[in-house]
């Protein structure tokens, strides 16, 4: 009998593991369904009904072949598994979908919509290098990218104006939602007394136009590559400056790197923050600072879901760019690497902290 209870024990582990893997390889399974789910235009059809959506008028509300109509009660299925929908009865046989606050994030109509976000990541040009990894790890590229296309991405953006659009609208939905907590009671203080400010890779100026509006006395400008603030035009208290932050930073009384530095590797990020804290100096202003806006991984209070969200990003960076997502130890030596004096990190925007650095 205990020869059988540790065979059952055994046979126990063993199918756990076996679900263990199918899940992680069947991962990717939940996001083509939830990028089926928002070109079908599933949760605007949901929202835009008011109330909990039969199946029956869902189908109904789609534009889908009538071969295809059983099939859309087993796409629903799986996403409300995953939380982006929630399912409620309506009648005695049939469920009605209910938005869930991830969904509401991709309503084409919500300007803090995450969609361009979502198609950028899941586009097939965009996935071919995470099949390269292995590759990768073999020879001396810098990134899988690199390995896939002979290009790093920042010279494809350049290149390929079709591709720059897409990655400045991504860039720029998260911008968005940034830009509405930045300006909340809890993060407005770090933007108080300020005279100026330089928003070092604003992209489009999403995030220095909020804070411009909630600071009309702060003189702002947006600093990036030539290509992308090309054509732009700026307002009495907002300008756009071409530039490369690796060069020079325009002189300031405090500088903006939002998802900035975790997209270079330690040399890189040392030569932004010495320009930095150059610009610093010669603007000469009260309060200096640098302002990040960044992940600090490996905290033990963090969350699991969260966790696993930052290791993410911080795979992304590893395939796609020369970053990484760093932890408090390796910020504090990056900081002081660079000649500043001091920092603060102020865990409050959910999967990033702010992070002021002082002079």
């Known amino acids: 009998m205990e020869f059988q209870s540790r065979e059952q024990a055994d046979n126990a582990k063993l199918v756990k593991a076996q679900s263990h893997i199918w899940n992680h390889i069947f991962n990717f399974i939940n996001s083509m369904s939830l990028k089926c789910a928002v070109e079908l235009g599933i949760p605007d059809a949901i929202h835009n009904y008011g109330k909990p959506m039969p199946l029956s008028q869902l189908v109904a509300s789609l534009q889908i072949h009538p071969s295809k109509t059983s099939f859309v009660q087993r796409l629903m299925r799986i996403l409300v598994h995953s939380n982006f929908f929630t399912a409620k009865d309506v009648t005695s046989n049939e469920v009605g979908y209910v938005l869930t606050d991830s969904s509401m994030l991709l309503l084409k109509d919500n300007p803090l919509n995450l969609i361009p976000y979502l198609f950028i990541m899941l586009d097939p040009f965009v996935l071919k290098p995470w099949h390269q990894m292995s590759t990768w790890f073999k020879n001396d590229d810098p990134t899988s990218f690199e390995t896939e296309y002979g290009i790093t991405v920042w010279d494809h953006a350049s290149q390929v104006p079709q591709f720059n659009e897409i990655l400045n609208d991504a860039m720029a939905s998260d911008a968005r939602l940034i830009s509405k907590l930045l300006v909340d009671d809890k993060c407005k203080g770090v933007f108080e007394g300020l005279e100026s400010l330089v928003d070092v890779g604003g992209g489009t100026g999403t995030v220095a136009k909020a804070i411009v509006k909630a600071f009309p006395q702060l003189e702002c400008t947006v600093l990036d590559l030539p290509h992308v603030v090309a054509d732009l035009e700026g307002s009495q208290n907002l300008k756009y400056v071409g530039g490369d932050m690796f060069e ?36 000469k202003g009260e309060g200096s600072k640098v302002i990040v806006i960044d992940m600090v991984v490996g905290d033990e209070n963090t969350d699991h879901e969260l966790a696993e969200t930052q290791l993410f990003f911080d795979m992304l960076m590893m395939v796609f760019l020369t970053g990484k997502q760093r932890n408090k130890e390796e910020w504090a030596n990056l900081i002081f690497s660079a000649g500043f004096s001091n920092y603060k990190i102020i865990p409050i925007l959910g999967l990033r902290s702010l992070i002021e650095i002082y002079p």
């Open 248 to 283: 020079a930073i325009p002189p300031s009384n405090a500088i903006l790197l939002k998802w900035i530095l975790h997209n270079w590797n330690d040399e890189e990020c040392l030569k932004i923050l010495k320009n930095c804290k150059e610009a610093l100096r010669m603007s």
